[in-house]
């Protein structure tokens, strides 16, 4: 089989229209540039749930140049359906038989199963590469959070911890040795920040093949200027539940008297067709409450400009954390947890307060109570050129697939005069 060159078969559970969470919209904005910087043909497989299509059912669409084909997930998916799905295997070789990309690119790809992996190499002579957006290839509830919604602090995964935590070990034990037999089919493993990569590799992943490649952010606009407030806006878009501090955050205003401040929340869930804002309208807290609809990488300056503080207590060592980088660069203060790659862009008491992982309130009350104190109207922060582009994320995985790729042609013409 002669591989086409700079095609690019790019796997992720959510796409456009569905631009829910980091990796899509990472996957989504650096398709976009690959198809229009670099020339490449960039077609994307990824997954949608309408009941009132037959399961399987596949769709097909474009946006931003790139040609998407969408496979309809039964409602009724079982433990071992999220790992291995032989029926969406099957799909995505026959169009990766016929597309012939010479990358395979896949993000993240729960609910849709990896034994698709074993086909493309076994058929097909792509290139697999794999970005580890969380912990799902190491963890079996993907964030490593205990069932009491904590982070459980492991480094080297021990399954005598894990087996206090899962339902059910032995199927626990065969889903990690699954994983782990389909991750040897991966020719290069990508990872949005060190950290991330560090526990990958202390976990068994081989430190040669892996690679940081740093999630990049939409830059803000020439005209950006954050709008003047008389009181402090303190931003949240991290949805609802313990693991980006949702439970925290409504706790801690709740117990806080002052209302000379407004919190700006992001309804993210809306891009889904859902709501989780209630909680928020139905509170007793007392500073102004201002709901926002879910922003678009387009509109997501409207957003930052509302705000002078963004809260980030995220309850997990985060592989990234792309809203805190979105921030960063629009002259915006973080709250964040010490959690993992976050804080790679934070400096403490410079353009952040870093407070520990814990449920204990009083961490994220006494950094809020700090950022009532400050006056926010001209702050600037002095690191923001650190921050990674969309371009220059693009730039280096463009750099690491060629090198992936001249990787391969060099070792066939050295077994050739072998």
Same mark, same amino acid.
């Given at each position: 089989?002669?591989?086409?060159?700079?095609?690019?078969?790019?796997?992720?559970?959510?796409?456009?229209?569905?631009?829910?969470?980091?990796?899509?919209?990472?996957?989504?904005?650096?398709?976009?540039?690959?198809?229009?910087?670099?020339?490449?043909?960039?077609?994307?497989?990824?997954?949608?749930?309408?009941?009132?299509?037959?399961?399987?059912?596949?769709?097909?669409?474009?946006?931003?140049?790139?040609?998407?084909?969408?496979?309809?997930?039964?409602?009724?998916?079982?433990?071992?359906?999220?790992?291995?799905?032989?029926?969406?295997?099957?799909?995505?070789?026959?169009?990766?038989?016929?597309?012939?990309?010479?990358?395979?690119?896949?993000?993240?790809?729960?609910?849709?199963?990896?034994?698709?992996?074993?086909?493309?190499?076994?058929?097909?002579?792509?290139?697999?590469?794999?970005?580890?957006?969380?912990?799902?290839?190491?963890?079996?509830? %993907?964030?490593?959070? +205990?069932?009491?919604?904590?982070?459980?602090?492991?480094?080297?995964?021990?399954?005598?911890?894990?087996?206090?935590?899962?339902?059910?070990?032995?199927?626990?034990?065969?889903?990690?040795?699954?994983?782990?037999?389909?991750?040897?089919?991966?020719?290069?493993?990508?990872?949005?920040?060190?950290?991330?990569?560090?526990?990958?590799?202390?976990?068994?992943?081989?430190?040669?093949?892996?690679?940081?490649?740093?999630?990049?952010?939409?830059?803000?606009?020439?005209?950006?200027?954050?709008?003047?407030?008389?009181?402090?806006?303190?931003?949240?878009?991290?949805?609802?539940?313990?693991?980006?501090?949702?439970?925290?955050?409504?706790?801690?205003?709740?117990?806080?008297?002052?209302?000379?401040?407004?919190?700006?929340?992001?309804?993210?869930?809306?891009?889904?067709?859902?709501?989780?804002?209630?909680?928020?309208?139905?509170?007793?807290?007392?500073?102004?409450?201002?709901?926002?609809?879910?922003?678009?990488?387009?509109?997501?300056?409207?957003?930052?400009?509302?705000?002078?503080?963004?809260?980030?207590?995220?309850?997990?060592?985060?592989?990234?954390?792309?809203?805190?980088?979105?921030?960063?660069?629009?002259?915006?203060?973080?709250?964040?947890?010490?959690?993992?790659?976050?804080?790679?862009?934070?400096?403490?008491?410079?353009?952040?307060?870093?407070?520990?992982?814990?449920? +204990?309130?009083?961490?994220?009350?006494?950094?809020?109570?700090?950022?009532?104190?400050?006056?926010?109207?001209?702050?600037?922060?002095?690191?923001?050129?650190?921050?990674?582009?969309?371009?220059?994320?693009?730039?280096?995985?463009?750099?690491?697939?060629?090198?992936?790729?001249?990787?391969?042609?060099?070792?066939?013409?050295?077994? %050739?005069?072998?």
């Amino acid at each position: 089989m002669i591989l086409k060159s700079n095609t690019l078969l790019s796997i992720n559970v959510y796409y456009s229209p569905q631009s829910f969470g980091g990796a899509t919209i990472v996957a989504e904005e650096v398709n976009a540039i690959l198809t229009s910087d670099y020339i490449w043909d960039v077609m994307v497989i990824t997954s949608y749930r309408d009941d009132s299509c037959i399961p399987y059912h596949i769709r097909k669409y474009k946006s931003k140049g790139v040609t998407i084909i969408a496979i309809n997930l039964p409602k009724d998916l079982s433990y071992e359906d999220f790992y291995i799905n032989d029926k969406i295997a099957d799909i995505i070789s026959d169009i990766a038989i016929r597309f012939n990309p010479s990358i395979t690119h896949i993000h993240s790809i729960q609910t849709m199963g990896a034994s698709f992996m074993r086909n493309l190499s076994l058929f097909t002579e792509t290139k697999i590469v794999l970005t580890l957006h969380d912990c799902w290839w190491i963890c079996e509830r %993907q964030f490593m959070i +205990n069932r009491e919604g904590r982070y459980c602090f492991q480094q080297k995964i021990d399954p005598m911890t894990c087996m206090y935590c899962v339902d059910d070990i032995n199927r626990y034990e065969k889903r990690s040795k699954y994983l782990s037999m389909i991750s040897k089919y991966v020719d290069m493993f990508l990872f949005p920040s060190d950290f991330h990569r560090e526990l990958h590799i202390t976990n068994g992943y081989p430190a040669e093949k892996c690679f940081t490649n740093k999630n990049g952010v939409r830059l803000p606009n020439p005209e950006y200027k954050k709008q003047k407030s008389p009181v402090i806006r303190f931003g949240f878009t991290g949805g609802p539940g313990k693991i980006k501090g949702y439970d925290l955050i409504l706790k801690v205003f709740q117990e806080i008297e002052l209302n000379n401040y407004e919190l700006v929340v992001v309804d993210g869930a809306k891009n889904l067709g859902k709501s989780w804002s209630h909680a928020f309208k139905n509170s007793n807290i007392k500073g102004k409450i201002r709901i926002m609809p879910a922003f678009t990488q387009d509109t997501m300056d409207d957003f930052y400009k509302h705000i002078d503080v963004l809260l980030f207590p995220s309850q997990w060592k985060e592989s990234f954390g792309l809203t805190v980088r979105e921030a960063l660069v629009r002259n915006i203060w973080v709250i964040s947890t010490d959690g993992g790659g976050t804080t790679e862009d934070l400096v403490d008491n410079e353009n952040a307060y870093i407070i520990p992982i814990s449920s +204990n309130t009083d961490h994220l009350k006494e950094a809020i109570f700090k950022c009532i104190d400050k006056e926010w109207a001209f702050y600037e922060n002095e690191y923001a050129e650190d921050i990674i582009s969309y371009h220059r994320q693009a730039e280096n995985l463009y750099k690491l697939y060629l090198n992936l790729l001249n990787t391969e042609e060099k070792d066939h013409q050295l077994a %050739q005069e072998v």
